[in-house]
């Protein structure tokens, strides 16, 4: 009996052992059940479950791109300046503000342009008595009225060109009193204050178009034939990582700079609120489309024993499955199919997780939050 009671604790020990390893092994991509006794502790496993982020699979077009950097402008930002010359009676609009076209800013005091028009008006009714006074003689003499070259001569002489061109003068300046918004934008900057002496062409301030923005974009050599006019950009920028904007490659311009042998790519994005000129961006330009493609998240595929995989949620747990990834863009990744079966391994629609799944385990229970739920680790 000795010699059985000396074996006993090593087989044991074996037979643990192999428990274990079979417990710890991975299930393949056809053995995704559950094991057997599964529901037993259902509620202790649910009080477990990690909190997880996850997103759904997806078949659509993948759009490999070129990845750079830019700088944000506007399309349209002007100095708005004073037209007339006068003094700033009342600002209407304030930095920050938005404002329309045609809005009033800045109002200059009418009274000086007033009297303008006044005087305009006076000198030219005078200039209309001196034609009288110089062609009525004549007409009686003659019983005709003054025509063709010589009421045009009597016209030069009684100074009523003049007179017609100092009034509309007159008029523009007061029009121009009230300086207005040339298009919809916000207000940059303004430079007076109420009673300050304007002269004609001082700058005032700036207004600043944020609807329709624009990125001049650096593009290596290599790259210039990978882009075309129309495609697709993706804009991201520090104040707001995990809001993209879609924008348009409207330009790819011609010149290539030689020191850093770069071309240019004009984007044209819609503003959203965050975006402002100055900031610099990252930007991925689509450089070819491959369509129809079943797609899940990048973050999703990870390597276990250097073998890809995915985990996708299932009746809720996570439980890996083998995939072979195609082609990314850094956002998406294409899943093949599998080279001896033909198999996809996952559906459109399937949860896979991008957030909290690099160190689980296959057949873990989990639950599915959103990003802002889920705990930093």
Known sequence: EAPVSRTLPHRLRAVTLLLLLAACAP?????????????EGAEGASALALPVVAEPVRRGDLVLSVVTTGQIGSESVVSLRAEAQGTVQEILVRPGARVRRGQPILRLDPRPFR????EAEAALREAQLRLLDNTVPDSIVTGKAIT???????????????????????????????????????????????GERLTAGQEIGKLVDLDRLRIDAAVLEHDL??????????????A???????GRIAAVLPLVDSATRAGRALIRVPGNGVLRPGM???????????SD??????????????????????????????????????VET??????SSGDLRVEAGDLVLVEGHLTLTHDAPVRVVSRSERPTP
């Open 27 to 39: 299930r393949g991509a056809d053995d995704d059940a559950p094991p057997g006794g599964e529901d």
């Open 225 to 238: 034939p990978l882009i075309r006019v129309g495609g697709e950009a993706t804009v991201t920028v520090a």
């Open 148 to 194: 063709g070259e010589r009421l045009r001569n009597a016209e030069v002489r009684s100074g009523l060109d003049v007179a017609r061109v100092r009034l509309e003068r007159a008029r523009y300046d007061y029009e121009k009193a009230v300086v207005t918004a040339p298009f919809d934008g916000v207000l940059d900057d303004l430079r007076v204050a109420p």
């Open 334 to 339: 294409e899943i093949a199919p599998d080279e």
């Open 293 to 330: 493609r079943l797609l899940v998240p990048a973050g999703a595929v990870i390597e276990r024993d250097g073998r890809p995989l995915v985990f996708v949620v299932r009746d809720g747990r996570a439980r890996w499955v083998y995939v072979v990834p195609g082609r990314s863009n850094g």
């Open 280 to 290: 610099y961006a990252d930007v991925r330009l689509e450089a070819s489309r491959l």
């Open 240 to 246: 707001a990582p995990g809001e993209p904007v879609r």
């Open 115 to 118: 009297i303008a028009v006044e």
